[in-house]
């Protein structure tokens, strides 16, 4: 069974920076895709970042150009950098990993079969 646990959240300013981490339980980042996902409080859950096992990337708009995911296979871990953050990025961030094969980007929920428990972002002066 995969487990995922993220870290890094907290407070930070507008126009700050976060590094959320998220430590998988076994070497799964060879053979899995891994993403970002975000909830705010009354909203839907979104894709924020995704990285697949050869390294390519896609990001939801909002986020382009601000935000970097990448992954650490020999440690087990992907990595959210977060630059000029902004109020609407505030939410709970959830680390989530697919073991499913695609030429498409996977931005659902529902194509990803693990997740963590999240960790919380926090944006405000």
């Known amino acids: 069974q995969v487990q995922l646990v993220e870290s890094g959240g907290g407070l930070v300013q507008p126009g700050g920076s976060l590094r959320l981490s998220c430590a998988a339980s076994g070497r799964i980042f060879s053979t899995h895709r891994a993403a970002w996902f975000r909830q705010a409080p009354g909203k839907e859950r979104e894709f924020v970042a995704a990285i697949t096992p050869s390294g390519s990337t896609n990001y939801t708009d909002t986020v382009m150009g601000r935000f970097a995911i990448s992954t650490d296979k020999a440690n087990n871990t992907v990595v959210l950098q977060m630059f000029n953050l902004k109020p609407e990025d505030a939410a709970a961030y959830c680390c989530?990993?697919?073991?499913?094969?695609?030429?498409?980007?996977?931005?659902?929920?529902?194509?990803?079969?693990?997740w963590g428990g999240g960790t919380q972002v926090t944006v405000s002066l």
């Open positions: 989530e990993a697919s073991e499913r094969a695609s030429w498409v980007p996977m931005t659902a929920r529902s194509d990803y079969q693990y």
